[in-house]
């Protein structure tokens, strides 16, 4: 048997129910809206890092930075390529200057890594040409160059190093490692790192 219940008792609980989850609805608003706030702010400083007078922003999957009257794109920032600082040769990497109105010639055994490098480095070089470093398995189209012309050997190796010698840089790593690579090169020639 059900309990008899006063209609006015009836009416006073479907009110308190009603208020309780008004309230309820309301608070859960709020809090989203202040959530959304809170994530909007973290997320406006993790898409700005300046590093060495260089403000880099980062805009659909690049960073990108203006270094005087150009602009330039990585993958990466220069606080995400410090871990590789270490895989730079003694020897002193020649600066974009020496790049200017010069052909450069490309090797690459990583297609994104050298388009990278492309990209950012038109602005200066004359014109971009695939060759061959050494003889072997060369295409017959493709011209074989050497160290006195600029050259940039990509390697595919389990050992890191970028290193110069006269107008050539090879850079070598593992093939997840080479983007990395090509930026710190970058940021290092282009002088936004030292």
Same mark, same amino acid.
């Given at each position: 048997?059900?309990?008899?219940?006063?209609?006015?008792?009836?009416?006073?609980?479907?009110?308190?129910?009603?208020?309780?989850?008004?309230?309820?609805?309301?608070? =859960?608003?709020?809090?989203? =809206?202040?959530?959304?706030?809170? &994530?909007?702010?973290?997320?406006?400083?993790?898409? $700005?890092?300046?590093?060495?007078?260089?403000?880099?922003?980062?805009?659909?999957?690049?960073?990108?930075?203006? /270094?005087?009257?150009?602009?330039?794109?990585?993958?990466?920032?220069?606080?995400?390529?410090?871990?590789? $600082?270490?895989?730079?040769?003694?020897?002193?990497? %020649?600066?974009?200057?020496?790049?200017?109105?010069?052909?450069?010639?490309?090797?690459?055994?990583?297609?994104?890594?050298?388009?990278?490098?492309?990209?950012?480095? %038109?602005?200066?070089?004359?014109?971009?040409?695939? /060759?061959?470093?050494?003889?072997?398995?060369?295409?017959? &189209?493709?011209?074989?160059?050497?160290? =006195?012309?600029?050259?940039?050997?990509?390697?595919?190796?389990?050992? =890191?190093?970028?290193?110069?010698? &006269?107008?050539?840089?090879?850079?070598?790593?593992?093939?997840? &490692?080479?983007?990395?690579?090509?930026?710190?090169?970058?940021?290092?020639?282009?002088?936004?790192?030292?």
């Amino acid at each position: 048997m059900r309990k008899l219940t006063n209609p006015k008792d009836k009416d006073k609980k479907q009110r308190r129910n009603q208020l309780i989850l008004g309230m309820f609805l309301v608070l =859960t608003m709020m809090l989203s =809206t202040f959530a959304i706030v809170i &994530d909007s702010l973290q997320n406006k400083n993790q898409n $700005s890092v300046k590093y060495n007078g260089y403000k880099f922003e980062a805009s659909n999957g690049y960073w990108a930075t203006t /270094a005087g009257q150009y602009q330039f794109f990585f993958k990466l920032n220069p606080l995400e390529t410090k871990n590789f $600082s270490s895989s730079f040769d003694n020897t002193t990497l %020649k600066l974009v200057q020496n790049y200017i109105g010069k052909p450069l010639y490309l090797y690459s055994q990583d297609s994104y890594a050298s388009q990278e490098l492309a990209q950012n480095l %038109k602005p200066f070089v004359e014109r971009y040409q695939p /060759a061959c470093f050494e003889a072997t398995n060369c295409p017959q &189209d493709i011209p074989i160059k050497d160290c =006195t012309n600029n050259f940039i050997i990509y390697k595919i190796s389990n050992s =890191t190093s970028v290193r110069q010698q &006269d107008n050539c840089v090879f850079i070598e790593g593992k093939q997840e &490692d080479l983007v990395y690579l090509t930026d710190e090169f970058l940021f290092k020639i282009l002088g936004i790192k030292q």
